[in-house]
């Protein structure tokens, strides 16, 4: 009953636009703008298969001119007589709560607005599965803005026809539920400099054609499952500023050929499978500002060639398996503000001159292999505060004398036995002799409760644990 009353208000609603716009097409005024009645259907089609509101297409008959709707836009042609064209379509909660029906989905009618630059659907596939069709970007020419973000039900995989759309500038596909792998056709979105499909599912490898995307500005491939290699053809693109391809399963080397990036400001490959070494070219990132290469199986000593970054704020190896001693180039790194090495296998004395950085803000050298006596510059020592972590390095002292407050009580280090030098070995010997007995005392009363009753056994135990790691990986590489 209900539905054949809808049904027959829609056709009456139909014959009425058709009039109307026949009625306007007759006219004989010039200045009177309208839409061509195919793109004006392809419009109400469009979002009648998103939007939950059957009276869309009521309430905004002229969506264009008239009616407005905020998700719409449109432009004036350059025809004569002049034509209101469906510019662009954005839907999403900040236009529309809730944005979509449950079974919402992207209607073949899109075809239909051939003048469509921008399209961007946000938080509106949430419940019936919608994949992207193949048909769909076949001649969609005109579009160079494509966002399809945060829908949780799209799905299935990225059709190579995707490649199609010739004067795409942006493709962000994040945060989906996309498939499969990427098509090895994207390699030939010349005008795209945008590229972000992070978030989704994605598998295989990272396609070498991708080195063709010669504008590319931006790629964000993180939070996949892609395998394989760092393609090496990513060194050619020039205008690259901001590599993401963070936890995934890549494997192998960082290419060398990544150092030609002189425009690159961010290199993510966190969460990943890589080995070391690092390449020394990798010193031509000369704008680079963040580099995040935690947990990596990189087996490395510190690359020299991070000593060259000038740029560089942040710095993340945590867990990265690095050997060694901490260089002292990283006091050259005046713009530094973030450094964490966390969770490695490092060695020997902390340089004081890290205390010297002028931007430094966080420094995190905990859960190494450190030792000696701490000399780090008190004011720096005060200045960062907890973010000055330290902490599970069995061979680190401190000497109160030197410092006004008593800093080994702050980075829950020991106070240094006797005259202890820089030489690890005395002060391993010394650091090991009582660990236990000299943090304990460090610690505030309340914790030192706790720690003794459950947990106490732990502490001793993933020490000793890290130092056989750190000794096997030593033997092994
Ligand atoms: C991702 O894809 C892999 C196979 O490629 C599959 O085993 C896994 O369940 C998928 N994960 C999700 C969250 O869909
Ligand atoms: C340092 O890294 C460890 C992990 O290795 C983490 O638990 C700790 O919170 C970090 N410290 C700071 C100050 O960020
Ligand atoms: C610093 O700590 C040590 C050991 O707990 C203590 O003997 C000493 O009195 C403290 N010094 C100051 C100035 O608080
Ligand atoms: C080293 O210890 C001796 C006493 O054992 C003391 O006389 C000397 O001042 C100490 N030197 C330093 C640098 O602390």
Excluded at 114 to 140: D, E, H, M, R
Excluded at 182 to 197: A, R, S, T, Y
Excluded at 290 to 303: Q, R
Aim: aromatic share 6%; hydrophobic share 40%; proline share 6%.
């Amino acid at each position: 009953m209900a539905s054949s009353f809808l049904s027959f208000f829609l056709v009456g609603f139909l014959v009425l636009t058709c009039e109307v716009s026949l009625a306007q097409s007759n006219s004989d005024d010039e200045f009177e703008m309208d839409m061509e009645k195919e793109e004006l259907l392809g419009l109400f089609d469009v979002f009648e298969a998103l939007v939950g509101d059957s009276d869309w297409s009521k309430q905004h008959p002229q969506p264009c001119s008239e009616t407005p709707w905020p998700g719409v836009q449109c432009e004036i042609g350059q025809e004569e007589p002049s034509l209101f064209h469906v510019t662009k379509i954005h839907i999403g909660p900040d236009i529309l709560n809730p944005p979509c029906k449950n079974s919402a989905k992207i209607s073949d009618s899109l075809l239909k607005l051939p003048y469509l630059k921008t399209l961007s659907i946000f938080n509106c596939f949430l419940a019936s599965q919608v994949t992207l069709s193949p048909s769909l970007f076949g001649s969609l020419s005109s579009l160079e803005h494509l966002s399809l973000e945060s829908n949780p039900s799209l799905s299935g995989e990225l059709p190579s026809s995707l490649a199609k759309l010739a004067n795409l500038r942006v493709l962000s596909l994040s945060q989906n539920s996309l498939m499969g792998e990427i098509p090895k056709e994207i390699g030939q979105m010349v005008m795209l400099e945008q590229l972000d499909l992070s978030y989704n599912n994605l598998s295989g490898e990272v396609p070498e054609e991708i080195g063709g995307i010669e504008n590319l500005i931006i790629l964000d491939l993180s939070w996949n499952s892609l395998e394989g290699q760092v393609p090496s053809s990513l060194g050619q693109l020039h205008s690259l500023q901001k590599i993401d391809l963070g936890s995934n399963k890549l494997i192998g080397n960082i290419p060398p050929n990544l150092g030609h990036l002189k425009s690159l400001v961010l290199l993510d490959l966190s969460n990943n499978l890589l080995n070391g070494p690092i390449h020394e070219t990798l010193s031509g990132l000369e704008n680079l500002e963040y580099l995040i290469l935690d947990h990596n199986p990189l087996d490395t000593g510190i690359p020299q060639f991070v000593g060259q970054l000038k740029k560089v704020q942040t710095m993340s190896l945590s867990s990265c398996g690095l050997k060694g001693k901490l260089p002292t180039f990283f006091s050259s790194l005046k713009l530094l503000s973030s450094l964490s090495l966390d969770n490695n296998c490092l060695i020997g004395p902390i340089p004081p001159s890290l205390g010297t950085l002028p931007s430094l803000d966080l420094l995190n050298l905990s859960n190494n292999q450190l030792s000696g006596e701490v000399l780090l510059p008190e004011d720096f020592i005060e200045r960062l505060g907890k973010r000055l972590d330290i902490k599970g390095n069995n061979g680190l002292c401190t000497r109160n004398e030197a410092y006004q407050r008593n800093v080994s009580v702050y980075l829950e280090a020991p106070v240094c036995l006797n005259n202890a030098t820089s030489d690890p070995r005395s002060d391993k010997t010394l650091a090991l002799k009582h660990p236990n007995e000299y943090s304990e005392r460090m610690k505030p009363s309340e914790n030192r409760l706790k720690e003794s009753s459950d947990v106490s056994w732990l502490k001793p135990n993933l020490v000793l644990f890290r130092f056989v790691v750190c000794l096997l990986s030593f033997f092994l590489l």
